[in-house]
């Protein structure tokens, strides 16, 4: 009626498309918002130049206040951060952070307002995708420790023993190797360091709490930059590894092949 606008997801096709839902929801918001602006200030039998100087103002009054919104560098790059908040734009950096913006009034106003889904229905969805969410990231903990404790660590603890034999070697036979002994201090420090890491992500990850919402910034705020540390770790020790040792295809071999 008027221009009241509905949006309706029904049965398996919201959960399929649950993104396009959303999508649909805040255009749906827009265009009635656009349609009430018109109606008001061109009237409701409005001529046709009344409405075409209608429809430019609102477009100018609009473009104006919302250019902000406009952003065509790298929304990936650490700067996009500084550059949203001197625009005025929220930002949300993780996966963790838009399922919890499901749970603003704002959001659950927009849902019920178009009879999408009520706020026990939106509460709902929130617990499935902020579940599903964490228990994708505990199984990628759990890959991420067992691929570094069988392959990663052995492999580093076998240069290791290398670096060590050659150094023993050649302190025997009456020569310094000052620049071995060294090499063999920063890997006995990146192979510790490496192992450290994997520790603090399993405990991360035993810890993790129940309940979807306490879950969820557990996995932001613990769980993600524990798997980023040892991701890291690993990152520094592969450029320094033997071919033979290294028991992982490498950037390189991907690529080539």
């Not at 009034?105 to 229905?121: G, T, V």
């Not at 290791?160 to 006995?188: H, K, S, Y």
């Not at 992500?201 to 993790?208: D, M, S, T």
């Amino acid at each position: 009626t008027g221009n009241k606008f509905e949006f309706r997801a029904v049965g398996s096709t919201a959960a399929v498309a649950w993104p396009v839902t959303v999508l649909n929801a805040i255009i749906a918001e827009s265009l009635e918002f656009m349609a009430n602006e018109l109606e008001k200030r061109a009237g409701r039998n409005p001529s046709k130049a009344k409405l075409e100087s209608a429809v430019r103002a609102l477009l100018k009054d609009v473009v104006k206040k919302h250019r902000r919104v406009c952003f065509d560098g790298d929304g990936y790059s650490g700067s996009w951060a500084t550059e949203a908040a001197r625009r005025g734009l929220a930002n949300t950096p993780s996966s963790a952070d838009a399922f919890l913006s499901l749970r603003t009034k704002a959001a659950k106003d927009l849902f019920s307002r178009y009879s999408i889904l009520s706020s026990r229905e939106l509460d709902a969805r929130f617990e499935i995708l902020a579940e599903q969410y964490a228990t994708q990231v505990a199984i990628e903990a759990r890959t991420l420790t067992t691929m570094v404790r069988t392959e990663v660590l052995p492999a580093g603890l076998r240069l290791q023993a290398e670096l060590a034999d050659t150094c023993a070697a050649t302190e025997a036979a009456g020569c310094d190797c000052p620049d071995t002994t060294a090499e063999l201090r920063e890997i006995v420090a990146l192979v510790s360091a490496l192992r450290n890491s994997v520790v603090e992500l399993e405990q991360a990850e035993e810890k993790r709490p129940h309940g979807a919402e306490k879950s969820l910034k557990h996995v932001r705020d613990v769980m993600r930059p524990a798997l980023d540390a040892v991701r890291a770790h690993c990152d520094r020790l592969e450029p320094r590894m033997p071919a033979d040792l290294w028991p992982l295809p490498t950037y390189a071999d991907l690529i080539l092949r």
